[in-house]
């Protein structure tokens, strides 16, 4: 005899959503509270607008992203569209980096300065590692609350995560500051920062929608 190893779903939603939408999917649900739940966003397209031209421009020359940022008590706000700079340069304003690491137990701060829109990733280089048992990171974006990743418990952990924010000109400081404990699930490591980009000048952003799927389950 062998085991078989399962993975168990307690609950799983489905809704089409629109950009900048609060959804709590605690009220979804008949008022009952979801644990360490994971949240993903299937944008619909990729051609949003009506003029061939622009479309080409933003279908090769600008960010597109479809992320749910949490922002605590099972409530996330969606972020979904396409960033194009307001320049025929792609690059004008835009600081981009990634692989740059970064110290879990302090706060840090990514950015300083004017900004439009932004969006990174934050990832533990052994994938069965991350922060777990009452542990996070919060994304802060002019001392705004942008996302909140947290896990819960001790069977569970947080591996990686993804945040986008777009907004009028805004200035301040872009932060990540570590959220509860600090429990390791394989051992202390210190977390990368991939593919930041922020853009500091003028952009056009195309909203768009995408199909929202949460899960709750041993995953």
């Known amino acids: 005899m062998a085991w078989v190893r399962t993975t168990v779903i307690r609950k799983r939603y489905e809704q089409t959503v629109s950009h900048n939408t609060n959804i709590n999917l605690k009220a979804q649900t008949g008022n009952i509270s979801w644990v360490d739940e994971r ?8 051609q949003v607008g009506t003029s061939s031209s622009d479309v080409n421009a933003r279908q090769y020359h600008g960010l597109s992203f479809a992320v749910a940022n949490p922002r605590g008590n099972n409530i996330y ?5 396409i960033v194009k700079v307001n320049n025929t340069n792609s690059w004008t304003g835009l600081v981009y980096q990634s692989g740059n690491s970064f110290n879990p137990n302090s706060n840090l701060t990514i950015f300083s300065g004017t900004y ?3 969006f990174f990733m934050v990832a533990f280089n052994n994938k069965y590692n991350g922060l777990t048992n009452g542990s996070g990171f919060e994304v802060y974006a002019n001392n705004i609350l942008i996302a909140q990743h947290y896990v819960k418990e001790s069977f569970n952990y947080l591996n990686n995560f993804v945040v986008a924010h777009y907004s009028d000109s805004t200035t301040g400081n872009i932060e990540i500051r570590p959220y509860g404990n600090r429990n390791f699930y394989k051992g202390y490591e210190t ?7 922020i853009y500091t000048q003028p952009v056009t ?15």
Do not use: R
């Open 39 to 46: 949240v993903i966003l299937n944008q619909h397209n990729f």
């Open 205 to 219: 952003f195309y909203s768009n929608n995408a199909t929202l799927i949460a899960i709750e389950g041993d995953m």
């Open 116 to 118: 439009y829109a932004f």
């Open 77 to 81: 706000n969606t972020q979904i569209g």
């Open 191 to 197: 977390p990368l920062i991939h593919n930041l980009f």
